[in-house]
Every structure is written in C-alpha cells, then in structure tokens.
C-alpha cells in the first residue's frame, strides 16, 4: 500500500518512509540529496525509551547474542545478554549527559572510565598490518583498596603482555624493565637506583658504571665497588 510517504510493500513486508523502493526491513529516505531539513530523524518519548537488537544467529545456546541501546536516569546505556534472552543484565558501556564515558562502570567519573570489577582494566592498543592484534600497547591499572592504585605501561609482544614502566602503591616507587627484568628504580623517598631494589643513597648503584668524555672510549674512567 502507498499512503503518501508512508509504503508498505505486501510481497515481502518491507516499509518505506519516503520512498516506495525500501531496502531493508524499514528504509527512510527523507531529505533530497545535498539537502538538509534536520526533520529526518526518530523521536522516541517514551520511559526508559530502548531499543534491543536480538541476534537471531545460533540462537537458543547459552552464549549472550542479544543487546540494547537504552535512555535511562540521564545515561545512554549499552547493555547486553548474560544468556538468550532479552533481560539485558549486563551493561557494558555508558554515556552521561556530562560526555563521561564509563566502560565497566555505570558512574564514569572522567571523560573516559574503565573499570573492571573482577581483574584489571586492560586499555589494548594494537598494531595494523600483518602483525594484527597479536603486537602493540598496553596500559593497565589495578589496585587494592587500603593499599593503593598502580600503573603498568608496556608492548604486546606475540600476545604476551610485557611490562616496561610500573608505578607502584600511592605512586611509592617507578620501576623501569627491558627484557623481562627490572634496571632501575625511583623509591619514595627520591632515590635512584641501577642494578638494586634497595637504593639508600640520591643514587645508589651495583655494578660498573663507565663516564665517556668527548665520545672517546680511550678517555674513560671506570668505577667499580
């Protein structure tokens, strides 16, 4: 049937707003070409106002398929199935009418929140090209409550996590890695450390440490305790 702008075409069930050729299950087709009216959109006014989007595909096992895009208490909510069905327990990512965006968390404190309630929150970084997702960057915060928070920053390496920079408890003490092993520390009390975990002194040391003057190896002067 053709109302106007409204279509409804019997022979497979599709409906057109604005045009008798829809594509899809609902096709609009508002504004001309290169013309804007800003009158093309969906208005929803509604409680709670949703929509859900149930995946039909392997339907019926126990994996979640289903999710939900849904207006509430001043958030935009993404929410998502535990299991196949449409209960949309789960929601995995926020928006706040403040811009904050909260991933695990439902009360984003900063523009870009992530929380994991049961590990560390992972922010993954990788590569393009043939390397895929299996090389890149990650930073990763994690911390116990009463003991403080703490920072690791590192590469992915062949899908193994690789730490190069850990911020310990309370930002006590900055420990810097290459190849697995710790080189050199900064404690809280502002000492220096190469080759110890225990620096006592501004810079404390154990090993040889060679001063090169004028880029000349002949003129070096080496200490050693």
């Known amino acids: 049937s ?5 279509f409804l075409r019997g022979s497979d069930g599709k409906i057109g707003l604005g045009t008798t050729a829809p594509v899809d299950a609902l096709d609009i087709d508002w504004d001309a070409e290169g013309v ?24 019926g096992t126990s994996n979640g398929h289903n999710f939900q895009i849904k207006a509430d208490s001043a958030k935009l909510q993404f929410n998502a199935t535990s299991a196949d069905n449409e209960t949309f327990d789960l929601t995995r990512m926020v928006i706040d009418k403040d811009g904050n965006v909260g991933i695990g968390t439902t009360t984003p404190d900063n ?33 116990v409550a009463g003991q403080g928070g703490k920072l690791d920053l590192g590469v992915i390496d062949n899908s193994t996590f690789k730490t190069a920079i850990h911020v310990g408890s309370q930002s006590n003490e900055i420990e810097f890695s ?22 006592g002194a501004k810079f404390t040391t154990s090993g040889v440490i060679m001063a090169i003057a004028n880029d000349n190896a002949y ?6 305790k």
């Open 2 to 6: 053709n109302n106007g702008s409204f």
């Open 36 to 59: 804007a009216t800003d009158l093309s959109g969906i208005r929803v006014r509604a409680y709670r106002p949703h929509l859900n989007l149930i995946d039909r595909s392997d339907y």
């Open 111 to 143: 523009l870009l929140h992530l929380a994991n309630t049961s590990g560390n929150a992972t922010l993954r970084m990788s590569g393009g090209g043939s390397l895929g997702d299996t090389y890149g960057g990650f930073i990763k915060g994690y911390g």
């Open 178 to 199: 290459t190849a697995g092993s710790e080189r050199m520390r900064i404690n809280a009390s502002g000492n220096v450390g190469i080759g110890t975990t225990l620096p």
């Open 219 to 224: 003129n070096a002067g080496y200490f050693a």
